[in-house]
């Protein structure tokens, strides 16, 4: 019925189709061509030629790169196990695959992902041996090299900053969801008008331009010695996160009905319990995508972090801008796009994982007010 | 219901932080503003002789302490601030000269940095309803299968560190970027995008839309999935065209969702500053968040401008409430009803 219903002519469905396609293009491409460029030595990624820029021809010849064969391997093989990642749900639930399991099942796909490269490359190679050096399937003619990200990650030891972001972002997300679940769910359960003015007060604070927040830290910060300490960052960027926090989490909670906790209350629980044993096991999913935005507040800081911390203690995307202070080079330059690609991928892999509940985080918001 | 004791002793922590650090802050922050840190100086005099005679010079120095310390003394200053970074008689003399007064109001940081954040508010907002509207559209008549990934490219835009998208999307056009590169193949000249200010502008603003469309994207496209069907067949039944289905019946029921996209869009992109981070833009365009920091940034002799960055702060908060207004008393009448 619906189909008939909504049956599109001919040149609408084209213009879709342009159109999603055109947006698909615009959305990737610069961050493909990140990629792209990071892999290249500095005179074939800044060629004004996109298919040499492409393809890689002088790092091809100087350190070498996959051949056709390899490339077309690789990327079979990586959309073979995106086909399985993608059903990997109705897997699980077919075969009641229990968690165990869908860890090996995850770090199965991660190997063989990885094992993919060499193993695609030794079938060119020994194809190669078999045809002879010079035919186009097994010359190398896509130029890669890894150098811009050995430099990145081990020569200018950025390596320091990854870990001081995992630190920063492990402590903003367990310590925001700690006290955010807590006044979330006292606000959800309560009608009295200190929960709507609380709500109101958070509103107003959410608007709040961070510059002018850390206007106000800097002074007392340096003072006390706190200037330049992860943790105070840390404190920071909850404080920052809290309205965001209570507001998400509350709509989740709304969703859980009262008679809930009614019920554990007139057993015998009192609030604590009836909320740590009877409401939070079933809350995980609220918890895992306020979880997910709590920690994209974190990862993505620059401002608060760029003037809070310094030296050893910075993080990855503060660091990136310092790339540009100096005389910069080509080669600096595509350390720079290295580290920024480095930056990306995390985030690729959670958008990988978790993408439905980054969307219904994002419409709970909206939907529930 | 929860009761009054256990409710407080569940808000506490949270409560708490955001009174310390929220509201702490933009206290200290008004008085800051009126006030001004300052090392102290002393005037010392100095013989020096050389072989012609005794000179003896005043010379300032700062006053140091046994650790070593600069130290500083913290005046206040009444509207001094204000005054600095409004700067009011550059303010009279732009409007006093005859010609360009725009233009040389404009070059004041803080006027112009105003122009800037007002104009990428209010042109992005327009733009990112409309692409999100019409993403969701026809990502909503796709066929079924393709819509996981198309949603999942899409996103990609929007969970990226703001600052790394901004420099993707700078690299594509810095110097013989790619696309530069071949827009000067295609018109046979010379384009630099870094080099005056109206093209960084541009950029900046096909950044946000870029980076903010596929929120709005998603909240249009789940909205799209709650339509009821009913409504869409009696609007078929009566006659109604495609367009006048979309005018009619889908739009009205996406309305209150474009206003809550709108509300935040506006208060997020008031608040501009990755992107002249990322596009390196601060030499032709500055917003109000980033003339904060840049106070607060320290300059070349270690010093911070506390008080004028405050004074900036404050000023920029003036906007903030102008934006509030309407999200509170939507959140308000929600209260009543």
């Excluded at chain 2, 310390?69 to 700067?87: D, F, M, P, S």
Aim: net charge positive.
């Amino acid at each position: 019925m619906r189909q008939k219903l909504f049956a599109l002519p001919l040149s609408l469905r084209l213009t879709i189709w342009l159109i999603v396609g055109f947006w698909l293009i615009i959305a990737i491409f610069p961050l493909l061509w990140l990629v792209v460029m990071s892999f290249k030595l500095p005179i074939d990624a800044f060629d004004a030629n996109p298919f040499k820029v492409i393809l890689g021809p002088i790092t091809s010849q100087t350190v070498g790169g996959f051949s056709l064969i390899t490339l077309v391997l690789v990327l079979m093989t990586l959309y073979g196990l995106l086909q399985l990642f993608a059903r990997r749900e109705f897997y699980f639930a077919r075969f009641q695959v229990g968690l165990g399991l869908q860890i090996i099942f995850y770090l199965g796909l991660l190997a063989l992902a990885m094992l993919s490269f060499p193993l695609a490359n030794f079938i060119s190679q020994s194809l190669s041996n078999l045809l002879g050096d010079n035919n186009f399937l097994t010359k190398p003619i896509f130029g890669l090299t890894g150098q811009h990200y050995h430099a990145v990650w081990f020569e200018n030891g950025f390596y320091k900053q990854f870990l001081n972001t995992m630190m920063v972002t492990l402590g903003v997300v367990s310590i925001s969801l700690t006290i955010g679940t807590l006044a979330a769910y006292a606000l959800a359960r309560s009608n009295s008008s200190w929960a709507f003015w609380i709500l109101l007060v958070a509103l107003v604070f959410r608007a709040m331009p961070h510059s002018t927040l850390v206007t106000g830290y800097l002074p007392p910060f340096i003072e006390w010695g706190l200037y330049g300490k992860r943790i105070a960052v840390i404190i920071v960027l909850v404080a920052i996160n809290q309205p965001f926090t209570i507001w998400m989490l509350r709509s989740f909670f709304m969703n859980i009905p009262a008679s809930l906790d009614e019920a554990a209350l007139v057993d015998g629980c009192n609030r604590l319990q009836a909320f740590r044993q009877v409401i939070m096991p079933i809350m995980w999913p609220g918890v895992i995508t306020t979880g997910l935005f709590s920690f994209m507040l974190a990862y993505n800081d620059y401002l608060v972090s760029a003037l809070l911390l310094d030296g050893e203690s910075r993080t990855m995307v503060p660091a990136i801008m310092s790339y540009f202070n100096r005389e910069t080079t080509l080669t600096d330059q595509l350390e720079a796009i290295a580290a920024a690609a480095s930056i990306t991928f995390p985030i690729f892999l959670l958008v990988l994982f978790f993408q439905k509940q980054i969307v219904s985080g994002l419409t709970q918001g909206a939907v529930k007010g | 219901m929860i009761k009054a004791r256990t409710f407080f002793f569940f808000v506490a922590p949270s409560l708490l932080m955001m009174l310390v650090f929220i509201a702490g802050p933009l206290v200290s922050v008004l008085i800051q503003s009126f006030q001004q840190t300052q090392n102290v100086f002393e005037t010392v005099e100095q013989q020096k002789c050389d072989p012609f005679g005794c000179k003896t010079t005043t010379v300032t120095r700062p006053i140091f302490d046994e650790e070593g310390k600069a130290i500083t003394q913290t005046k206040w200053v009444g509207w001094e601030n204000y005054r600095v970074v409004l700067n009011l008689a550059g303010v009279r003399a732009a409007l006093a000269s005859p010609e360009g007064k725009l233009k040389s109001l404009l070059a004041i940081d803080f006027w112009g940095a105003l122009r800037f954040t007002l104009t990428f508010t209010l042109v992005t907002l327009p733009l990112v309803l409309l692409v999100g509207l019409i993403l969701a559209l026809s990502v909503n008549s796709l066929n079924e299968g393709l819509r996981g990934g198309v949603i999942f490219v899409t996103l990609l835009p929007f969970i990226i560190t703001p600052v790394i998208g901004a420099l993707a999307i700078r690299w594509l056009f810095v110097g013989d970027g790619i696309v530069t590169a071949g827009l000067e193949h295609l018109l046979k000249q010379d384009i630099a995008f870094f080099a005056q200010g109206w093209t960084i502008e541009l950029l900046m603003l096909f950044y946000r839309v870029w980076h903010v469309a596929p929120f709005a994207f998603v909240i249009f496209y789940a909205a799209l999935q709650t339509v009821e069907g009913e409504k869409l067949e009696a609007a078929k039944v009566d006659g109604a065209s495609r367009w006048q289905t979309l005018r009619y019946v889908i739009l009205p029921h996406l309305m209150p969702l474009m206003v809550f996209v709108s509300l935040i869009h506006l208060m997020d992109s008031y608040r501009v500053f990755d992107e002249i981070v990322g596009f390196n833009a601060q030499a032709f365009r500055q917003s109000l968040q980033w003339l904060t920091f840049d106070f607060l940034t320290p300059d070349d002799a270690g010093n911070r401008s506390i008080g004028r960055a405050s004074a900036t702060a404050m000023l920029t908060m003036i906007g903030i409430f102008f934006l509030l207004i309407p999200l509170l008393r939507n959140t308000w009448q929600e209260r009543q009803r």
